[in-house]
């Protein structure tokens, strides 16, 4: 069975999909962007929308009753792989060792024209 995760306190899935969706202790975030409750970017900067992407997966995993490091996996997604350095020295504030997998790729466009989009897979205990 599976059950939808979303909160009030994070924006709303811009399509047919779920913000996220918790199965056999499994939760499984779908990519955040840096976006508030409104939808709107929050500014053109990738470090501010690195932040924001976090506070959302935050709102998400609070809502399962996880957090950070309940994380297992994450796919971060680049508009532009020279703001790597920027996306990943905000990334390791919100982790511990051991730290979770990842993938990062460069892609043409994201949604919203937003610089970073990450998504997670986080395991409740």
């Not at 020295?89 to 892609?107: D, G, H, L, M, Q």
């Amino acid at each position: 069975m599976k059950q939808p995760i979303s909160s009030t306190k994070a924006p709303k899935a811009l399509g047919p999909y779920s913000a996220g969706v918790l199965t056999e202790g499994l939760v499984f975030l779908s990519g955040q962007l840096g976006v508030d409750t409104n939808g709107d970017l929050v500014s053109e900067d990738v470090v501010e929308q690195t932040k924001k992407v976090f506070e959302n997966i935050g709102v998400l995993l609070e809502t399962s009753g996880l957090i950070y490091d309940d994380i297992v996996k994450t796919t971060v997604l680049l508009d532009d792989m020279n703001d790597f350095a920027k996306v990943n020295e905000e990334y390791a504030k919100y982790f511990t060792e051991p730290f979770p997998a990842r993938s990062c790729f460069e892609v043409a466009k994201l949604p919203k024209n937003a610089k970073v989009e990450i998504e997670c897979i986080a395991i409740k205990k």
